[in-house]
């Protein structure tokens, strides 16, 4: 029967507020942390936009998929919750450069860093928390895994920046493959979640082969989850969404919608795509939203979101397959498994 258990008991009430109460408790268990945490180190104008961006909020999936990972092998947090905040530092760290490069004037519906304190500040403070990640992560550690904690760290920390420039190169090249597109994904967006996991699972004792297991299911998860994002940024509900949809083709992003219509279309399908594509429109006017309109029903004609949805689906049966292969309990399963189950069925 194995992970399909938990697609049985999606929908039993008992079972799905069970796993939710647990990934609540974590939730306010880190919260607290963050709290407790806070920087109130001088010079203040190099802390404060630092815990401003901690501040903004979001769902913290990261850090939380690193405690429940954790939570697969010993029951007390604590040891781990050191290197769930170093994970939370390094991605808002990540987000501050982001939207610095990308002269992003909002996160998360308030003024991002650079746009309240200044371009310079954001720079510095982007890069005290990368160097306070590091000292978190530290707090997790023994004599026995200190080395691999900051090894699988350090790496995760040279793949995202990989990521985040391959992102950067898409956006002048004509042509791009598919499977460039997913390495850039896996770089960007999945190896994070799947170092986390893994680090979870290294300083709750696992053995090297469930860290392993465990670390390809938070990749693939992460793979997963980028896809969806993609599908949701086109189809999604916008009141659900909590973003404008359609941003990606009225930014002419490469995404993998983009990319499989292009592989799909005919050459008079083509030609009107990359036409589209040269239309540049001011953000909410009557011309992105036509354009918009008219890129989303070619994706339909030549159905890419359906083999996106597919190809989402085939990521997490991969990720639900490491899982398994673990061998650990299914109630101690439930959680990390329904959690990501519930990301990936999310429109927000």
């Known amino acids: 029967m194995g992970l399909c258990i938990f697609v049985i008991f999606a929908s039993d009430i008992l079972f799905y507020s069970t796993i939710m109460r647990t990934y609540t408790q974590l939730q306010a268990i880190f919260g607290q942390y963050l709290q407790d945490h806070r920087f109130t180190d001088q010079p203040i104008n190099l802390y404060d936009p630092v815990n401003y961006i901690l501040a903004l909020g979001g769902k913290r999936v990261r850090p939380l998929m690193l405690l429940m990972s954790h939570q697969l092998f010993t029951d007390d947090p604590t040891p781990a919750l050191p290197a769930a905040y170093a994970v939370e530092l390094f991605h808002n760290f990540s987000l501050l450069h982001d939207d610095i490069m990308d002269e992003a004037p909002l996160r998360r519906g308030q ?20 160097i306070l990640a590091y000292q978190y992560l530290l707090r997790s550690a023994n004599a026995d895994n200190s080395y691999r904690l900051v090894d699988l760290f350090s790496k995760m920390a040279v793949e995202v920046c990989e990521g985040q420039q391959l992102d950067m190169d898409f ?3 004509t042509a791009v493959q598919i499977d460039e597109y997913l390495h850039m994904i896996t770089q960007k967006t999945a190896v994070l979640i799947s170092a986390g996991i893994e680090m979870g699972a290294l300083i709750a004792g696992a053995s090297p082969d469930d860290q392993q297991r465990l670390a390809a299911f938070g ?10 994002d993609d599908i949701l940024d086109t189809f999604g509900d916008p009141e659900k969404f909590g973003k404008k949809v359609g941003g990606d083709i009225a930014q002419n992003k490469k995404t993998y919608l983009l990319l499989k219509a292009f592989e799909e279309a005919d050459e008079a399908t083509e030609a009107r795509m990359r036409q589209l594509m040269t239309i540049r429109t001011q953000d909410g006017s009557a011309e992105e939203a036509d354009k918009i309109r008219q890129v989303k029903a070619l994706y339909e004609e030549l159905g890419v979101r359906r083999q ?14 490491s899982l398994r292969a673990t061998g650990l309990p299914e109630e101690r399963l439930a959680v990390i498994a329904g959690v990501a189950s519930r990301l990936l069925g999310r429109e927000n």
Request: charged share 20%.
């Open 111 to 130: 003024p991002t860093v650079h746009a309240k304190y200044g371009q310079n500040a954001g720079i510095l403070s982007g890069d005290v928390m990368l």
């Open 219 to 228: 990749l693939n998860i992460g793979i997963a989850f980028q896809l969806q």
């Open 308 to 321: 996106a949805e597919d190809l989402m689906n085939s990521y997490q049966e991969r990720a639900f397959d």
């Open 171 to 173: 956006e002048t090249r």
